[in-house]
């Protein structure tokens, strides 16, 4: 299995970034996909979700309206479009795939793989 995350990259603040993900080697309609990001000195945390189906979507209460999952079953690939970037924002960001239940999408250990990460950084 492979996670290619893509998009990263230097944007000023108030600027978008759209993130891709191409995945292979899995069923990737059958997986739960997600967002992470890590931002220097502290711990992954969950950034977005989406079903299989691509029928349900879930956010970090912090970022619910500047960032939109989506995916494309048929290319296999996941998106995260990020809107009104902020300092904070910065970060290593990581794309992951789940077999288990979507009432998991949250929790890291929920994730079998998991992409390399691409850097976002957002400049004040």
């Known amino acids: 299995v492979q996670l290619q995350a893509s998009g990263g990259g230097l944007v000023q603040t108030g600027g978008s970034l759209r993130l891709s993900c191409a995945a292979s080697?899995?069923?990737?309609?059958?997986?739960?996909m997600g967002w992470f990001r890590q931002a220097p000195g502290k711990e992954r945390e969950f950034v977005a979700a989406?079903?299989?189906?691509?029928?349900?979507?879930d956010y970090a209460d912090s970022l619910k309206g500047r960032f939109t999952v989506s995916r494309d079953n048929a290319k296999n690939t996941v998106y995260l479009q990020m809107n009104s970037l902020q300092p904070e924002d910065t970060a290593v960001y990581f794309c992951?795939?789940?077999?288990?239940?979507?009432?998991?999408?949250?929790?890291?250990?929920?994730?079998?793989?998991w992409g390399q990460g691409t850097l976002v950084t957002v400049s004040s």
């Open positions: 989406i079903h299989r189906s691509g029928g349900s979507t």
């Open positions: 992951a795939s789940s077999t288990r239940l979507w009432a998991a999408r949250k929790a890291l250990n929920a994730y079998n793989y």
């Open positions: 080697g899995l069923t990737f309609s059958s997986a739960t």
